[in-house]
């Protein structure tokens, strides 16, 4: 087991990386107020892991209750939030009960902003069973819920006191999962660390054959890299803004083929494409470059372009979300690869081109 | 006008309390990241103070949009506070736009939480409008929404950027509205201020009768008083729970009519006796202290008794409330008048003896 820290001063707290952590209890009882905890998960993740959880955990005298969710970003919303709220209060549960997200991202931003919200905070743990939670959204407090009009509108920046990154329970994860945890993975090395992205041009196939060390390896540099970004930058009034690399262009086209048709993943590789595109516009980067995002994204089984919405209609998305500032559009683009930067002057007819280049 | 701070660190902020500051834009001004603003309101507030405040702003050049809610307590919940979110969005308001909650402690409720959500967080302002919300609720952070399982259930500890106590407006606050308020002011001194209980006993006719000195000096001292507990304990660990003096109870007796049925003040002045009572059977205090905290309450045109409502059934309801810990029920008792305590060792027939002496 590998232990990594997110340096936030009061709100610091650990990252265990390692196989198996799953069935070891010892790891969470330090950050639980009082042995009650209660678990939120998904129909996917309960049958494979929920019982093993408990276990462990009632067999150190720990309370559990298990609270199950439909799976899918489509259940990212108010309703299944409130049946959180529900199952706490039907339950008794206090200010000094711990919920334990087991899931993947869309559990750990429901159960995050639950811990955030219910009776104004309770203690929280993330054990993330996706790559793409392992390595992004279980890290760094980001929390949240969908609204018709915007993914992620409503939420809030809550720390977990402990995260549990099990590398074991990768091995179950659905081929389509494991590639859209991959697209997290390479914006990772993109944004700040080209010898990562090198090292991902070397591996991919490995990872995408659930090879352990490998994907050990691979989670450990990713959170390592978000630990830094986040500890410098809490709530992304400067440098985190760069995590957000293919994000406004990937939200969008979330919003617009309606939640959960593409993974999150998937349309942050095809947004990634998009915002590599126009980086190469305004002149930052080559068409080399852009290539080589291109072939490392499908290498990792990644769609590369987005299918065929609108651009009049992506720009509409794009404008409602959280990263304007005074109504200008914000991007993440790409200096080099392994170096991204926040840009707010984009021309219109440049970003209008990159839309159309990157449309099926 | 006078200032006094909440000394928060990083989130310190001001509260300003004098007459006529609505029409003033130049206090709000400095708060602002942009020069826009979504002013939160209700249907009995906008014709008063809306257009005022709107035409103050805008006079210096500041973007006003306005969400003007339904009044009363049984709309703080999930509905209202997505209509809020809906505005918002429908108006492209982004992170720089400051939310400024115009009214009393359900708008500041519902508009905070707001604040604390939308794109997980925006900038805030309190400008409370009943005498309630400029003694307690706008000051300290607390913001959310009822369950129907429980009162506040939902929310999040959210400081405002300034708070803006203009004691004019309490001119046209209605007498029960007023009444109400005066509840949390006792309140203040039962717990902290024996000083101040003897001044409000020379002065509660005055206060009745809204004259302008007497209610600016009570404002400014419960808010002295609010701002010291807050700020040596911002989130409730420890001595702010004082402040939920008479408010286990309250609450119940909320939840048990219906949210609205009761005013907040109501519930919480009858609470009080309960916790009075309830103090005079532990041994902590004299009947002549009982009867004391009575006739000031009966003065003040509140409420001295629940309505009626079978003890097990309130037993039941504060069994839910946010002031359990690891399932046993914590109480706010007087040690004497001025100086409240907090107890978890409450045998269950002295409760339940309160409980009934207590009910009509």
New interface residues.
């Given amino acids: 087991m590998q232990t990594l820290r997110v340096e936030l001063g009061e709100r610091a707290y650990p990252i265990h990386i390692g196989e198996r952590l799953l069935a070891d209890a010892s790891l969470v009882l330090p950050y639980l107020d ?1 042995p ?1 905890v209660a678990i939120v998960t998904n129909t996917t993740v309960a049958p494979l892991y929920l019982q093993q959880l408990s276990a462990a955990l009632r067999s150190q005298g720990v309370e559990v209750i298990s609270i199950v969710l439909e799976d899918g970003e489509r259940y990212k919303n ?1 309703a299944t939030l ?1 049946r959180i ?2 199952a706490l ?2 339950q ?1 549960c ?3 009960t711990t919920l334990i997200a087991l899931g993947g991202g869309v559990v750990g931003d429901l159960a995050g902003f639950a811990a ?6 309770i203690p929280f743990v993330q054990i993330p069973t996706t790559l793409l939670a392992q390595v992004d959204s279980s890290i760094g407090g ?3 819920i969908n ?1 018709p ?2 993914k ?6 809550y720390q977990p006191r402990l995260v549990l990154a099990d590398t074991a329970v990768l091995a179950t994860l659905p081929p389509r999962e494991l590639s859209a945890g991959l697209a997290e993975v390479i914006k990772h090395g993109l944004i700040r660390d080209e010898a990562f992205v090198v090292w991902l041009e070397h591996n991919v196939e490995k990872l995408l054959a659930c090879d352990a060390e490998t994907l050990a390896h691979a989670v450990r540099r990713c959170c390592e890299i978000k630990a830094a970004v986040v500890a410098e930058d809490e ?1 992304e009034t400067g440098v985190r803004a760069l995590l957000n690399f293919g994000h406004t262009f990937g939200h969008a086209i979330e919003s617009a083929l309606g939640y959960g048709e593409w993974l999150h993943g998937e349309a942050v590789a095809a947004g990634m494409v998009m915002a590599a595109e126009l980086s190469r516009r305004m002149g930052f980067i080559a068409q080399t470059d852009v290539d080589r995002v291109v072939a490392l994204l499908k290498r990792a089984k990644l769609p590369v372009a987005q299918p065929g919405i609108a651009p009049a209609r992506l720009l509409e998305l794009m ?2 979300d ?1 990263k ?4 200008r559009l914000r991007f993440v683009l790409l200096d080099r690869i392994g170096a991204g930067s926040i840009r707010d002057q984009v021309p219109a007819d440049l970003l209008q081109q990159a839309l159309a280049t990157c449309a099926v």
Same sequence: chains 1, 2.
Avoid: C, P, Q, S
């Fill in positions: 009082l009650r108010w409130n709220y529900d209060l039907e008794r206090d200010r000094k955030a919200t219910y009776m104004r905070g980001k929390t949240g609204h009009l915007g992620n509108m409503i939420g809030a920046f709530r404008a409602v959280k304007t500032e005074g109504g």
